[in-house]
């Protein structure tokens, strides 16, 4: 019997054989899965269950085993499909949708570990991050799954999950070092694109892909900041930005890590630095890094592109401009950059600089006989900036930048009366600044920055008067030399300290010199700073916190050193999934500061100059700074509001701009500012919405004016803006009102007693200072973009905006003097009326 099931078992095995022979000779030795499983099923006496889906797609080579389970386990292998034996004659097949996985990761450059490079599944909630050694692994991944490693200073990698299946050996994967410096972001899309807020509390700007701000056709970098909570302009210019009750004087301008002594052309109303080359503009207001010296109130920090191999060309024209701008490269590790932009103004009489120039020369000498009819008048305004950069990358890992700057502002007015006698002014404005830095990654976790500028800025002003018989003429220069250097060294995944020394040698010039009747003044000083910095920054992933010194030793070469130790604090806390807490802290101070003379020196244009502190007449000015913020971010919808007090010692009468019976004292005190400030963002892809606002009470201690303690100049107590933004296609639209309650100001006294006509000359009696308040102040801006194709290769924008569409008069300033006839005259300043601009631009 036994020697019958033999038989009867051997000839099955041969027929089996035979015909899995046959047909993969017909199929060139493959067939489908299906059938493979019917034929073992008949010739073993076994049922194997399965869902036609899972095998109907797959083809199979049969196996030259003639082992049952050696069969079934080489059909498990070839297909990836879980093989489960029931019983003795009953199995199921099926397909596993997860497996496990692991992996190492190193870097490329030293293959040293990389230490909590964060590992995510995408599409799923899975993630874990590798341990000291660089391994990771994770369990139930779906099969179809890609991961995807990142790891801060190293360029994202994508890997399928079926490359790692832990029945596998390990694989190890490096990972390309990334030299791009970048912020961790809270918020990507904050207001329009190409904003982002940074979890250091920082604001980025993007200009390559900014978006649209009501009023704006351009990113123009000093009006895109006066967008965000805390930040405006008293006085609608760029040139006096006033960031949390600051005067503009006491933030830190930088362009390319040189440091800006003007920064507005058509004297303030538009920014100095070319939009798009700029290519990010960095805004700190609070938690400064310790390698930022000087600019009490604020950071503005601006790059422009720093990559050797893009290339592009572009320009365009408004109403008051023209520019051009280009990057050409020059070799596979060098390249040229470029950009010129030149007012249109001195030919063109447009709507928008007839408005620009009755705002600009209001209240100057160049606007005082416009009304009078006997006297002709010429007049030639123009501005112009340059800017070029050389690239140079020495190897992958050393990277060299030459950079170079220069504006100007430009003025000839003459006047001629009825006896045909002429009077001339002058006024030339100009920075003129270069500079070059070396980058250097010389391992893994250590690298270097050494920088290195010289600025220049020049103001002068020359009036010849009384038909050629009085000249006077007026100059303010300074002279800077900078020197910096930055170590970085990364301890390990979470923590990296840097380390720094600066230099910054500042001279600066006043003179005033009138020839009838002869008077000569000449003032000039340097001082001397010498600053060594450390900071450690720590990063994970609830908490990043930054916490550093920075120590000064300030010396005025004839008059005074002194040592000034300030401390820095940036921490921001996850409370929870997209709510975080931050608390921001600094000490800072400065040792320039502008001059405000109210008279009619510099043509009653330009009014502001630069001097030098010397601890008698004007001390270094210092400030205290602590903030408290919570930012939310889900989704479409941001909320953050954030709480600040500022003391800030060391001013002066003189730097405040003062226009009452305090204007020439030269008092020295302080100002303390309590704030909060609050933004509400409702977001999508085609529309962004917002409402912020920003309660101040700001106010000033003089201990020799009475009352000691009053509202500061720029004492603005509650501002609102409500904007928004739409885009539909290639158009992009932007509408937005602005209010705020009106400045203080001095008025004088009532009655008789408005006047001492006993003095020489009659001055005016004036009541409490800042007791009077300016009407409230609103605005509504509105703009449009279209995007479209020349060609393949060529890109257009054509903009409109409308400023101040409700041509509503605000009154930004008010003050008084005394006139001849010894009579009061108020002086009052308005914005700009209704202002009308469009814009073509072209970009290969």
Wanted: one cysteine or more.
């Amino acid at each position: 019997m036994q020697k019958n099931n033999f038989l009867r078992s051997f000839c099955c095995f041969l027929l089996f054989a035979f015909s899995l022979v046959t047909t993969a000779q017909e199929t060139n030795n493959v067939v489908p899965l299906l059938n493979y499983i019917q034929q073992l099923e008949q010739n073993f006496n076994i049922r194997i269950s399965y869902v036609n889906k899972d095998i109907e797609s797959f083809n199979i080579q049969p196996s030259a085993s003639t082992s049952l389970g050696e069969i079934l386990k080489y059909i498990s292998k070839k297909t990836d499909l879980t093989l489960t034996k029931l019983n003795e004659r009953y199995y199921a097949l099926s397909k596993e949708n997860t497996i496990s996985i692991h992996a190492k990761i190193l870097d490329n450059y030293e293959q040293s570990t990389v230490n909590g490079a964060t590992i995510e599944v995408l599409e799923s909630n899975l993630a874990t991050v590798t341990d000291a050694t660089g391994y990771f692994s994770l369990n139930n991944v779906p099969k179809d799954a890609i991961l995807r490693i990142r790891f801060i200073g190293f360029k994202t990698m994508h890997i399928s999950a079926k490359e790692l299946d832990s029945n596998n050996p390990i694989k190890t994967f490096l990972l390309s070092q990334h030299y791009v410096a970048l912020k961790e972001v809270i918020v990507s899309k904050f207001l329009t694109t190409g904003l982002s807020k940074s979890k250091d509390g920082s604001i980025v700007l993007n200009t390559t892909n900014f978006g649209i701000l009501p009023g704006l056709i351009e990113p123009d970098v000093l009006q895109t900041v006066q967008a965000l909570p805390g930040i405006k302009s008293s006085n609608e210019t760029v040139s006096d930005i006033n960031v949390r009750g600051g005067t503009n004087d006491q933030n830190l301008v930088l362009w390319e890590d040189i440091k800006m002594y003007q920064s507005g052309h058509f004297l303030g109303l538009i920014s100095a630095f070319n939009p798009y080359l700029t290519n990010s503009v960095t805004i700190i207001k609070n938690g400064t890094s310790p390698q930022f010296g000087d600019g009490i109130s604020s950071v503005i920090d601006m790059r422009t592109n720093n990559k050797v191999d893009n290339s592009f060309l572009g320009g365009g024209f408004n109403m008051i401009s023209a520019d051009v701008y280009a990057q050409v490269p020059i070799t596979k590790k060098s390249a040229f950059q470029f950009s010129a932009r030149r007012s249109i103004t001195d030919f063109l009489n447009s709507p928008t600089y007839n408005r620009y120039f009755d705002k600009t020369f209001q209240d100057s000498d160049i606007d005082k006989n416009t009304t009078n009819n006997d006297i002709t008048r010429e007049e030639d305004f123009y501005f112009y900036d340059i800017t070029a950069k050389v690239l140079y990358n020495i190897t992958e890992k050393q990277k060299l930048r030459f950079s170079f700057i220069h504006m100007n502002n430009a003025l000839d007015y003459q006047e001629t009366n009825a006896n045909n006698e002429t009077a001339l002014s002058k006024l030339d404005q100009q920075n003129t600044s270069f500079g070059g830095s070396l980058e250097s990654r010389w391992t893994s976790r250590f690298s270097t920055k050494v920088n290195a500028y010289r600025t220049s800025y020049n103001l002068n002003t020359k009036a010849i008067s009384n038909n050629k018989e009085q000249e006077l003429q007026q100059t303010n220069k300074v002279l800077e030399n900078g020197l910096k250097l930055n170590t970085n060294y990364k301890l390990n995944n979470k923590i990296s300290l840097l380390n720094g020394y600066q230099l910054i040698e500042t001279g600066i010039l006043n003179l005033t010199n009138v020839t009838l009747p002869p008077y000569r003044k000449n003032i000039k000083g340097v001082i001397r700073t010498n600053s060594i910095y450390s900071e450690i920054d720590y990063k994970s992933t609830k908490l990043n916190a930054r916490a550093g010194v920075r120590v000064n030793h300030i010396e005025n070469i004839n008059t005074f050193k002194r040592w000034i130790v300030e401390p820095r604090l940036n921490v921001n806390y996850n409370l929870a999934t997209h709510f975080n807490a931050n608390i921001l802290g600094e000490f800072k101070s400065q040792s320039t500061n502008q001059i405000i003379d109210l008279e009619q020196n510099f043509l009653g244009v330009e009014k502001r100059r630069w001097i030098l502190a010397d601890e008698d007449q004007l001390p270094i000015t210092t400030s205290k700074q602590l903030s408290l913020g919570f930012n939310y971010d889900k989704n479409s919808l941001y909320i953050g509001i954030e709480g600040f007090y500022k003391d800030v010692e060391g001013i002066s009468t003189q730097t405040q701009g003062f226009q009452n019976q305090d204007q020439f004292n030269g008092e020295i005190g302080k100002y303390n500012i309590t704030g909060i400030e609050f933004l509400i963002n409702k977001k999508t892809n085609s529309y962004s919405t917002w409402l912020s606002y920003t309660y101040n009470i700001n106010n000033y201690t003089f201990k020799a004016i009475t009352p000691n303690t009053f509202p500061n100049n720029l004492d603005i107590t509650h501002t609102v803006t409500f904007a928004g933004t739409y885009n539909y296609k290639d158009f992009r639209f932007g509408l937005g009102i602005n209010y705020n309650s009106g400045k203080p100001y001095t008025e004088p006294k009532e009655g008789e007693n408005a006047l001492d006509l006993f003095s020489f000359p009659t001055k005016i009696n004036y009541k409490d200072p800042n007791s009077s308040r300016l009407p409230n102040y609103l605005r509504a801006d509105i703009s449009a973009l279209y995007n479209f194709k020349l060609n393949k290769t060529c890109k257009a924008t054509f903009g409109a905006s409308i400023l101040n569409i409700l041509n509503k008069e605000n009154i930004l300033n008010r003050y008084y003097r005394v006139t001849e006839q010894d009579e009061i005259e108020t002086i009052e300043s308005a914005s700009l009326g209704i202002t009308p601009n469009i814009s073509f631009r072209v970009s290969f």
